[in-house]
């Protein structure tokens, strides 16, 4: 079976602090994993993937993520976050011979002045 | 993304109606996906294609139909809309080359079913 888990629904922090949105995923084989974030009214759109390659993956606007296959994490972090960064963000892992995709459940990402 | 739309942008429709939405992309993609999403669920795969002549089921088919017309082109249908239908539709196409099957989606539908 194949599943993501994202472990906090809401994050809330100040500007200029630190983010961490994290994400535990299950899957029988060697997956590709994904961040991808989505505005208010909007699309999503690909913040960065991890695809077998490097384990620490770099992504737009300061955003990164590390693959950690003993932890099944592929937590999201940046060092200092904007308000621009206010959004849902949604982890996704695609894995198996027949590449089932299976989309988180989102964490919210509120940013305070 | 441009390269994936969809149409209508938004549709308010009644109980008992059939509906029509519809995907086109010019990535030249082969496979292609309908998702719906709703607060707090994330998103959730209704049918995928993995070109014309294979068409999947995902985790919510029940109520939905699609049809995959061209290797360009992906319908989804509401045969009878009823309200718990009401979501965001997104469509979404990915390839073997876009490295590890990453989706490209498209600017979504949104769609109320009253």
């Known amino acids: 079976a194949q599943s993501v888990t994202q472990l906090d629904s809401h994050v809330s922090v100040s500007e200029g602090t630190p983010v961490l949105l994290r994400c535990n995923y299950s899957s029988s084989y060697s997956p590709s994993l994904f961040w991808y974030v989505q505005h208010p009214n909007k699309g999503l759109q690909l913040l960065l993937k991890y695809t077998s390659a490097a384990t620490l993956v770099k992504g737009i606007n300061g955003f990164e993520a590390e693959f950690k296959k003993s932890e099944t994490s592929f937590h999201l972090t940046k060092p200092s976050a904007h308000m621009s960064d206010a959004a849902e963000y949604f982890c996704v892992v695609i894995s198996g011979g027949y590449q089932k995709v299976t989309f988180g459940t989102g964490t919210k990402l509120q940013v305070i002045p | 993304d441009a390269d994936v739309t969809q149409t209508p942008r938004n549709r308010i429709t009644k109980t008992g109606k ?32 993995f070109d014309v002549k294979d068409i999947n089921k995902g985790e919510i088919s029940d109520g ?15 045969e009878s809309a009823i309200p718990n239908q009401t979501a965001l539709y997104f469509c979404a196409t990915s390839d073997l080359t876009s490295g590890g099957y990453e989706q490209f989606f498209g600017p979504g539908t949104r769609l109320t079913v009253l």
């Open chain 2, 18 to 49: 059939r509906i029509m939405l519809e995907c086109s992309q010019t990535k030249g993609h082969d496979r292609m996906y309908w998702y719906r999403q709703d607060p707090g669920l994330g998103l959730q795969l209704i049918y995928y294609s």
């Open chain 2, 64 to 78: 939905y139909s699609v049809s995959r017309q061209a290797q360009a082109k992906f319908s989804l249908s509401l």
